[in-house]
């Protein structure tokens, strides 16, 4: 099980693919080093070395950057903890508005009186 830092990263790669470490610092803080990390040796996502070519001045200049891509195991890491939010979820939802239903029909009942 992941705690909630680690699934905000891989939803955040999921939705958006190639992700850089800068931008993933920038969004989440220093502790999302360790959590990439994690996940990269878990096999969660991987880290692949892409050669952007930026240009500085007019030239053309090959920098390297760290890429992370979501795996197949972290996609399916995120849609079985959906699917068990959803499990648990609507049956509360409907619950609570069974139960106030519940509630306003005896307040009802007891303002006509």
Not at 19 to 39: H, W
Not at 78 to 101: D, F, G, K, T, W
């Amino acid at each position: 099980m992941l705690d909630k830092k680690s699934v905000k990263l891989l939803s955040y790669i999921k939705k958006n693919p190639n992700s850089n470490f800068e931008t993933l610092k920038m969004r989440y803080g220093e502790i999302a080093l360790d959590n990439l990390r994690y996940l990269d040796k878990e096999g969660y996502l991987f880290n692949k070395t892409n050669g952007c070519i930026h240009s500085l001045g007019g030239r053309s200049m090959p920098i390297k950057t760290n890429v992370y891509r979501i795996t197949p195991k972290g996609i399916a890491y995120l849609e079985e903890r959906h699917q068990n939010n959803m499990r648990y979820i609507v049956p509360l939802i409907i619950s609570n508005i069974m139960s106030l239903a519940a509630l306003a029909v005896s307040i009802i009942s007891i303002i006509v009186k």
